[in-house]
């Protein structure tokens, strides 16, 4: 079936620099792109989305590009802060055969160290 | 509680018992959602539904039964017959199908 793959599983870095967090896709036809936020013991919340026309997007922070070519998108985070520990996680839309669903990568934990 | 609230947060099941965890928002979102969380794993699609007494199977379904009787509510009954039912399970809803979902605080699904 169709899948997202998210990678690196667990990012360590130094509070400051940026992080980097990318995601494949196997859907050519995915057009809508959501990373969400996880904080320990707290509900996952969108940080930013990214539609299948648009290459990059920013948000202070944050931003998400995608390369549809090669079914990728991946999250930057520069000047990382500790606020930004947590798992983030990305998906991707399929159309299946009787549903259209979010398609969800595995997470990464992201650790800022002080 | 963001205007989506599961209850309840901790639920523990007997073996052949049926359980259900409630969800109910006020943010007027027509789509619901209930997702599966084991650790080390993305969320999984159990259920949705775009509209009153309307919902849909995602992948993992079997085991699980829901009701949309009202656009504020989608309950979700885990049935004896889903063997492994220990999970987290989400609730979420959103005005566009699959865009930008708010989420319930979760339920913690144990069996005894």
């Known amino acids: 079936g169709e899948n997202v793959e998210q990678h690196p599983s667990t990012l360590s870095v130094q509070e400051g620099d940026s992080a980097v967090i990318k995601c494949t896709y196997s859907?050519?036809?995915?057009?809508?792109f959501p990373w969400y936020k996880q904080e320990l013991g707290k509900r996952p919340q969108l940080i930013i989305d990214?539609?299948?026309n648009v290459g990059e997007k920013k948000d202070q922070r944050i931003a998400v590009t995608l390369n549809k070519t090669a079914k990728h998108f991946s999250l930057h985070i520069t000047e990382t802060q500790p606020e930004d520990s947590a798992v983030y996680f990305c998906a991707a839309t399929h159309f299946g055969d009787s549903n259209y669903q979010l398609i969800w990568g595995a997470g990464t934990k992201l650790i800022i160290k002080p | 509680d963001g205007g989506i609230t599961q209850s309840p947060k901790y639920l523990f099941r007997k073996e052949g018992q049926n359980v259900t965890l409630s969800c109910e928002q006020n943010l007027n979102h027509d789509a619901m959602y209930w997702y599966r969380q084991d650790p080390g794993q993305g969320l999984r699609l159990i259920y949705y539904?775009?509209?009153?007494?309307?919902?849909q199977k995602g992948d993992i379904a079997e085991g699980y039964s829901v009701s949309r009787e009202k656009k504020e509510s989608f309950p979700l009954t885990v049935t004896s017959a889903q063997k492994n039912p220990t999970a987290f399970y989400l609730c979420a809803s959103s005005s566009q199908l699959n865009e930008k979902l708010f989420f319930g605080s979760g339920t913690q699904l144990s069996v005894l």
């Open positions: 859907d050519s036809a995915s057009n809508y």
């Open positions: 539904s775009q509209i009153v007494n309307d919902f």
């Open positions: 990214i539609r299948s």
